[in-house]
């Protein structure tokens, strides 16, 4: 899981790091076209840009499919700790009603009631 999770970060710190290039690349073209000193790449387009496209679209998708499979492992976590959590459930329940089932045998095998008091010993105490 662990191996996943970090598979999936790394893939999105890629991902991420070329839309922020492409960001980058886009702002430069504005900047420099609001000047009205187009860029010499704006007109045609370099190698570093499409190259750069291409890469984040290459990225996307093993991005995306990394957080597919990293959502996929998390529901199976998840479900498999419910499941856990109901049998630890369903054994503490058993055991507390094999307890209850004891001590229910124990009172009523002891006759203790009705308790003898002699209540002139208690009220000389007062």
Same mark, same amino acid.
């Given at each position: 899981?662990?191996?996943?999770?970090?598979?999936?970060?790394?893939?999105?710190?890629?991902?991420?790091?070329?839309?922020?290039?492409?960001?980058?690349?886009?702002?430069?073209?504005?900047?420099?076209?609001?000047?009205?000193?187009?860029?010499?790449?704006?007109?045609?387009?370099?190698?570093?840009?499409?190259?750069?496209?291409?890469?984040?679209?290459?990225?996307?998708?093993?991005?995306?499919? @990394?957080?597919?499979?990293?959502?996929?492992? =998390? !529901?199976?976590? $998840?479900?498999?700790? %419910?499941?856990?959590?109901?049998?630890? +459930?369903?054994?503490?329940?058993?055991? @507390?009603?094999?307890?209850?089932?004891?001590? =229910? !045998?124990?009172? $009523?095998?002891?006759? %203790?009631?009705?308790?003898?008091?002699? +209540?002139?010993?208690?009220?000389?105490?007062?």
């Amino acid at each position: 899981m662990r191996l996943t999770i970090k598979k999936y970060a790394n893939a999105k710190f890629e991902y991420l790091a070329y839309c922020l290039k492409i960001k980058e690349m886009d702002d430069e073209e504005y900047t420099f076209n609001s000047l009205d000193d187009p860029l010499p790449r704006s007109k045609k387009g370099t190698t570093s840009t499409v190259s750069c496209c291409v890469v984040a679209r290459k990225h996307v998708h093993i991005f995306l499919q @990394l957080r597919s499979d990293v959502r996929v492992k =998390l !529901q199976l976590l $998840n479900s498999k700790h %419910v499941q856990d959590l109901t049998e630890q +459930l369903e054994k503490w329940t058993k055991v @507390l009603l094999e307890y209850y089932e004891e001590s =229910l !045998q124990i009172s $009523n095998k002891a006759n %203790v009631f009705p308790i003898d008091i002699d +209540l002139s010993t208690v009220v000389d105490a007062q």
